[in-house]
Structures are given as C-alpha cells and as structure tokens.
C-alpha cells in the first residue's frame, strides 16, 4: 500500500466512478484501475462494488475511506510544512465558502489569492454551512466559511464577521437602506427562504419563535441567486444578508432594509486535528484583510469585523 494508491482510492470512492476519477487525476483509467488492483490483492478484499455507470464502496473500503482521509490529510500538511520552509506557501488547498459570499468577497479573494500564490492549487466549495461544517470535521476541507449557529466537534473557530440580516423586496416596494424595520415587517408579506436545514434558515426561523410571529412561506431554496431573481419578479420578499444581495441593489433589480435586532456572525472553521498549513494561513490573512476593507470602504453594509485590531 503505497500513498498513491490511497490518493487513487479516496478520489474514486468521492466520485462513485473510475472514469471521472481518472480525467480529476489526470491518468490513465488504466493504469488508475491497476493500482486499485494491486490494492486489492494486498488488501485481500475487494474495495468496490462495479456496475456499469459507476461504482460503490464496499464494507472494507467504507473502513478504507474513513481511515485514509485523515491520513492522508495529515500527510498533505507535512508536506506543506516543510515545503512552507521555503517562506513559499504551496501545495494543494481546499476552502469552502457561502453562495452568499460570492461577489462580495469570493470571487476577488480567490483572484487575489491565485495573484499572489501560484504554486498553490486552490480548490474552492461553495455549499450551505451544514455541507461546509460536516467536510471540514472530515477533514476534506483546509477551512470554511460557515453561520456560526453551535459549537462543533473536531474543528476550531475563529470568528470573522457580524452581519445584518436584510428584508428584500422587488425594486418598487421602495425598502430603504438606511431605514430599519421590525421583524415583523417581514409577517406582511410571501417569503421566498433558504431550505431547512441551512443555517440562514435556522437563525431567521429562530427570530420568528422568539417573537412569536408567523411565517408565510411560499418557496424555498440554496440558491441565493434564485432567491433574488424571484423576489426581483415580485413572487415574494425574502431574508439575506447585504453581501448577497449588494449587486442586485447596486443594478437596482431590488430594494431592501435591515431588520432590526436580526444578526448572525461569519466564522472561519477549520479542523482541530492539525494546525493551519501556510497556504491557508495565507489564505485567511487574506480573507480578514479583504474583509475589512469592504466594511471599511462601507461597501459591505451591516457588517462588522470581529478579528481584534
């Protein structure tokens, strides 16, 4: 058993296929099929059950997987560190982030980020803080961006921003932006929200108990860009922060206010079990600095940095 054919094996065990593992890793879907072989017959088990549109784990490569992913995490952060000596960050990185994020911090970041490091193969996530949560306690990702809404086993926190939450409406129910409304504001209409159990979801469902107010929903759904165009279409209002939504403010597609008294905060997670390599040490430098410099700049409206001056 050698480190390349547990590379093999994980990749092919994520993507449920031989064929789409060997276009990710770039080989030969021969030569990826005789290393899973040669792992079998050291093994002396089979690790896949093959049919023909794909293939799934047996009970031995479920206790494979489960066994390889942290090792071969751990393994990946040496290798890190000790090519970190060269004051050079490189390597592989994996990062999860918000579809919320996308256009406020996202995009430019990863920009920046490929500017300035290009020995590091950067691999970005987008998915809903539960999926973000559940990879990084696996260790498959380096960090994420998630709603801290409760503790969490195996990872540590660092927290990054308090944000605002927003009541978004089509372009002519006028909503101002530097004119709050009560939560309640919210009972007057249809609303569009992000599907149970995402974390945005929870912290607006919880603020509704709380008050004891009703909630009418008429939709829901993951993508925020869905979400916006509906509530643009007048189908119905919706709930998200304002670095969703500052683009469709800023093109006029919509209208919105902050809800008073209704925050969450934006932490950076990452799993306890071993330390940030230099390439997400960089990474998250890069997001703080980022960060700041929207609330700074006052584009990010309704935030506030929580990373000590």
């Given at each position: 058993?050698?480190?390349?054919?547990?590379?093999?094996?994980?990749?092919?065990?994520?993507?449920?296929?031989?064929?789409?593992?060997?276009?990710?890793?770039?080989?030969?879907?021969?030569?990826?099929?005789?290393?899973?072989?040669?792992?079998?017959?050291?093994?002396?088990?089979?690790?896949?059950?093959?049919?023909?549109?794909?293939?799934?784990?047996?009970?031995?490569?479920?206790?494979?997987?489960?066994?390889?992913?942290?090792?071969?995490?751990?393994?990946?952060?040496?290798?890190?560190?000790?090519?970190?000596?060269?004051?050079?960050?490189?390597?592989?990185?994996?990062?999860?982030?918000?579809?919320?994020?996308?256009?406020?911090?996202?995009?430019?970041?990863?920009?920046?980020?490929?500017?300035?490091?290009?020995?590091?193969?950067?691999?970005?996530?987008?998915?809903?803080?539960?999926?973000?949560?559940?990879?990084?306690?696996?260790?498959?990702?380096?960090?994420?961006?998630?709603?801290?809404?409760?503790?969490?086993?195996?990872?540590?926190?660092?927290?990054?921003?308090?944000?605002?939450?927003?009541?978004?409406?089509?372009?002519?129910?006028?909503?101002?932006?530097?004119?709050?409304?009560?939560?309640?504001?919210?009972?007057?209409?249809?609303l569009i929200l992000t599907t149970r159990p995402n974390s945005l979801?929870?912290?607006?469902?919880?603020?509704?108990?709380?008050?004891?107010?009703?909630?009418?929903?008429?939709?829901?759904?993951?993508?925020?860009?869905?979400?916006?165009?509906?509530?643009?279409?007048?189908?119905?209002?919706?709930?998200?922060?304002?670095?969703?939504?500052?683009?469709?403010?800023?093109?006029?597609?919509?209208?919105?206010?902050?809800?008073?008294?209704?925050?969450?905060?934006?932490?950076?997670?990452?799993?306890?079990?071993?330390?940030?390599?230099?390439?997400?040490?960089?990474?998250?430098?890069?997001?703080?600095?980022?960060?700041?410099?929207?609330?700074?700049?006052?584009?990010?409206?309704?935030?506030?940095?929580?990373?000590?001056?």
């Amino acid at each position: 058993m050698n480190l390349r054919q547990l590379e093999y094996f994980v990749e092919i065990a994520q993507l449920q296929s031989f064929t789409r593992a060997a276009e990710v890793l770039q080989v030969a879907q021969s030569a990826l099929s005789r290393q899973i072989r040669m792992l079998e017959d050291e093994l002396g088990a089979p690790l896949f059950h093959r049919f023909d549109r794909g293939v799934t784990l047996t009970e031995t490569g479920e206790l494979l997987r489960d066994r390889a992913r942290p090792l071969l995490a751990q393994l990946h952060g040496l290798r890190d560190e000790v090519t970190a000596l060269a004051g050079e960050p490189r390597g592989e990185l994996e990062i999860g982030v918000p579809p919320s994020m996308r256009e406020m911090i996202t995009v430019p970041l990863v920009d920046a980020y490929c500017r300035r490091h290009p020995a590091v193969r950067l691999h970005v996530h987008e998915g809903i803080s539960l999926d973000l949560a559940r990879l990084v306690q696996e260790a498959r990702l380096d960090c994420a961006v998630i709603v801290d809404l409760a503790p969490l086993a195996t990872v540590k926190t660092q927290p990054l921003v308090r944000e605002q939450l927003h009541l978004v409406g089509p372009r002519a129910a006028k909503l101002r932006i530097d004119e709050p409304v009560p939560l309640a504001a919210a009972t007057r209409h249809p609303l569009i929200l992000t599907t149970r159990p995402n974390s945005l979801r929870l912290v607006v469902e919880r603020a509704f108990a709380r008050e004891g107010l009703p909630l009418s929903l008429v939709a829901d759904s993951n993508s925020t860009q869905m979400m916006i165009d509906l509530a643009a279409r007048k189908l119905a209002y919706t709930i998200l922060p304002y670095c969703a939504i500052e683009e469709a403010l800023r093109r006029r597609r919509l209208s919105a206010a902050p809800i008073e008294d209704l925050f969450f905060e934006w932490v950076l997670v990452h799993p306890a079990s071993r330390a940030l390599s230099l390439a997400a040490e960089r990474y998250r430098d890069l997001l703080f600095e980022m960060a700041r410099e929207r609330i700074r700049s006052r584009a990010w409206i309704g935030a506030e940095l929580l990373e000590p001056a």
